[in-house]
């Protein structure tokens, strides 16, 4: 699952060179820590003349009667995309990417707490992940573009985070994944199914500030301090017990005198 977006830029017209972006549709923009699904973030779509807008994440379909039905459809998985009701016709015309600087993701710590990780490219590079968008059109005229982060299944030390993780593309196949032509199977499976770039991400543990999208600061990526409270606080008692138990031990040498 990919569900909560990280894209620290303070200006998107930093994703138009790497993206061949050529229109840019973004009049306000502030950098995002912790965006959630129904929020806004950055969207290339493979229109004619490429796009840079900011679509709702959670894909509304050109054919749905309402706009909440986005609030469920945040990823689409690879296995069975191409013939998802929901996904199958943006997958054929309407392919996106979402430039990120990361995504969070949870993992079960000792103490039964989640732990949120920080997942991003070792070098700072944003991660393009694969995303299917629409535009839907509301009986008042509202027009609202969304869109779904691909995912597929975890690979190399993801694994033992989350069983998904989003589809991240190189830049060759940004390109092809972009193309504004209706893509062939062939073209499409060979995007979806490539073997994911897993050594160039690592997983830095975080703040648990990210856990509420309350949050949504640069606090939210301040590092994890290693808790050592448990075993302080173990240290303590045993300190105690011992004074505690002195007097005792005291008098009953005194005793035995």
């Given amino acids: 699952m990919c569900g909560r977006l990280v894209i620290t830029e303070p200006d998107l017209s930093v994703f138009v060179a790497p993206f061949h972006v050529q229109q840019v549709d973004v009049s306000e923009w502030i950098p995002r820590y912790n965006l959630a699904p129904t929020q806004l973030a950055p969207l290339i779509t493979n229109e004619g003349e ?3 807008t900011l679509g709702r994440f959670g894909l509304v379909p050109s054919w749905a009667d309402g706009a909440k039905v986005g609030n469920k459809l945040i990823n689409a998985r690879v296995e069975g995309v191409a013939t998802s009701k929901a996904f199958g016709r943006a997958l054929r015309s309407r392919r996106g990417v979402v430039p990120v600087s990361g995504y969070f993701e949870w993992r079960a710590g000792a103490n039964g707490k989640k732990q949120p990780l920080f997942i991003h490219d070792q070098s700072g590079k944003p991660l393009a992940l694969a995303a299917l968008w629409d535009r839907w ?3 008042d005229g509202e027009v609202v573009e969304s869109f779904a982060v691909i995912t597929r299944p975890a690979a190399g030390f993801l694994e033992a985070v989350h069983s998904r993780m989003p589809l991240s593309l190189p830049p060759e196949h940004v390109e092809r994944w972009l193309s504004p032509d209706a893509a062939t199977p062939q073209e499409l499976e060979a995007v979806l199914s490539r073997r994911p770039d897993v050594e160039s991400l690592t997983a830095q543990a975080v703040s648990a500030l ?3 999208p309350k ?3 640069p606090e939210c ?8 409270e448990p075993e302080r606080q173990q240290r303590q008692l045993e300190l105690f017990e011992s004074i505690a138990s002195a007097p005792a031990r005291a008098s009953g040498r005194s005793r035995s005198r």
């Fill in 50 to 52: 490429r796009r840079l």
């Fill in 137 to 139: 059109r509301g009986p």
């Fill in 210 to 212: 990210a856990n509420s």
């Fill in 215 to 217: 949050n949504d600061g």
């Fill in 221 to 228: 990526l301040a590092e994890a301090q290693e808790s050592a």
